[in-house]
């Protein structure tokens, strides 16, 4: 009787194995040169993948050349070690997703154009060792060449930067409104947007992704916009702009239970950043074992600009070396509504070395530098008159300044520093800053605990300045400063 129940289970099994469907790249006779666009094969086998209740479409060793497509629910495309999807760099091989979401939301740099695209769909996984490229800078200096000549019209095209704006170059990948979506082991390159952007997606597993994207400007590496239940780990994240984004383009988003754990990120931007966009919420969001190197901006932003909520958000565990500013809390009323907040927020374990330069210069595309000189920027935690960051936890947290604040330079006195509720927020948006370890204004419960801020030269401005902050404690705040030079003949510093 057991052998005869274990014989049906083995048959069973062989007919659930038998009925899943695998279509190789050799099948559907794709074209390897790199040269022969291979669109109308890839998306066949997709779309008869998932007619047939889903399947595996296996592209082996070779160079494919692709323009947009588009995942259906139950497939998986799983590229071999040595397969490389290359984007077109012809723009007319790209198309829009007719994206959902609030009318009265602008959506002004938001592509909806990508290589990778899906929508609406379940349960899709990309997989495998391979490579996807978008050839970014070639694609976007022909849709540049396109608009300039009157072939393609761009709204919203740049004549200050000189360069087509976001909405028009594709993305790599842009799923919108998926459920269920899995990606790893890719190697991925060069958009001439955003890396990987996820609209109002919910239940994805991004892990041990390579994503190399610095090819042209505004290159993201992740952006998640208004998803849930979800993780990025293990990712190794190369961007031209901001390494990983939490944002939200839509008034009823809410952005909850999201993981980023154990990623290292360079950056000419920020390494990980709520913002800018921030018109819906975000709450439980946990943010451990990140390694920033080499990076512009904030190692962590926080930012509530256009009405969010956000709240309980744990960052723990970061690790960075040679970046410009270390933490940046910013509650602020752009959208000139009054209904955002920022509360309950824990950073802990930390330890951070500032850089006194830019960080970024291997870029051969860099972010926007400050217009001014001016002396290193301290971190900060604000919000705006009446509108306080509330509840704040700073702990073991160590982080090494440049030093060497000149008051030749700039003399700021705390209410001299302009409130800037309704500018574009970013670390240096208010100029000159008059302290060296952390600026405090409109704060509303703040511990710091275990904190150590070293400076590594002299520097004329306190290690920490405070306007309009309530509950503010220091358990074991230690502050160290340079040791003085001698000059040798008698016993008084320099």
């Known amino acids: ?5 274990f014989t049906l289970l083995l048959a069973t099994l062989s007919l659930s194995l038998s009925a899943a469907k695998v279509i190789t790249s050799a099948s559907i006779k794709l074209v390897a040169d790199g040269k022969t666009l291979n669109t109308t094969a890839i998306q066949g086998a997709i ?25 259906k629910s139950g497939v998986e495309l799983r590229l071999e070690r040595g397969a490389v999807l290359l984007g077109s760099t012809n723009p007319d091989d790209y198309y829009q997703l007719q994206v959902m979401g609030d009318g009265d939301v602008v959506r002004k740099d938001n592509s909806k154009y990508g290589l ?51 909405i028009m170059r594709p993305k790599l990948f842009f799923f919108s409104e998926c459920d269920g979506v899995e990606i790893s082991g890719l190697h991925l390159r060069n958009s001439a947007c955003w890396g990987l952007s996820f609209d109002l997606c919910s239940n994805m597993k991004l892990h ?52 980023i754990d154990s990623c290292e990120i360079r950056s000419s931007a920020s390494a990980v950043k709520f913002g800018t966009a921030t018109w819906g919420n975000f709450r439980d969001i946990t943010i451990t074992n990140i390694k920033v190197i080499d990076t512009y901006r904030s190692c962590i932003a ?8 956000i709240e309980n958000i744990v960052v723990d565990g970061l690790q960075a070396t040679n970046t410009g500013n270390a933490i940046f809390v910013k509650l602020g009323n752009r959208a ?55 509840n704040v936890l700073l702990e073991n947290i160590k982080i090494s300044a440049p030093g060497r604040g000149d008051k030749g330079m700039a003399y700021v006195k705390p209410d001299e ?6 500018h574009y927020p970013e670390f240096t948006m208010f100029g000159e800053l008059p302290a060296w370890g952390f600026f405090l204004r409109h704060v509303d419960g703040l511990t710091l605990r275990n904190v150590q801020l070293t400076l590594r030269a002299r520097d004329f401005r306190p290690a920490i300045v405070q306007d309009d902050v309530r509950g503010y404690k220091t358990e074991n705040l230690d502050i160290v400063l340079p040791a003085k030079k001698h000059c040798g003949k008698c016993q008084h510093g320099e």
């Not at 009787?1 to 129940?5: P, Q, S």
């Not at 990778?116 to 200096?141: F, H, P, R, Y």
Request: hydrophobic share 30%.
């Open 1 to 5: 009787m057991k052998k005869t129940v």
């Open 47 to 71: 779309d008869r993948l998932s007619k047939k209740g889903g399947g595996q479409l296996v592209i082996s060793k070779g160079v494919y050349l692709t323009g947009a497509i588009q995942m």
């Open 116 to 166: 990778i695209l899906a929508q609406g769909a379940k349960n899709i996984k990309l997989t495998g060792e391979g490579v996807i490229n978008g050839q970014g800078q070639e694609l976007a200096l022909t849709i540049d060449s396109l608009v300039k000549c009157g072939v393609k019209k761009d709204p919203n095209y740049s004549t200050r930067l000189r360069r087509p704006s976001e």
């Open 208 to 259: 041990h992704l390579d994503i190399y994207n610095r090819a042209y400007w505004n290159n993201d590496g992740i952006d998640m916009t208004d998803c849930f239940n979800s993780s990025i780990t293990n990712c190794r994240i190369n961007s031209a702009d901001d390494g990983i984004c939490l944002k939200s383009y839509h008034k009823k988003g809410d952005s909850h239970n999201l993981r």
């Open 302 to 309: 926080i930012e509530s600009v256009d009405g969010s909520k």
């Open 336 to 390: 000139n509504n009054d209904q955002g907040y920022i509360r309950n927020i824990v950073l802990r374990n930390m330890d951070i070395e500032l850089a006194l330069g830019r960080p970024d210069t291997e870029y051969d595309l860099r972010g926007p530098s400050v217009s001014y000189f001016h002396n290193p920027f301290p971190s900060s935690i604000t919000g705006y008159p009446g509108h306080a960051v509330q």
């Open 417 to 422: 520093v302009p409130e800037n509720e309704n």
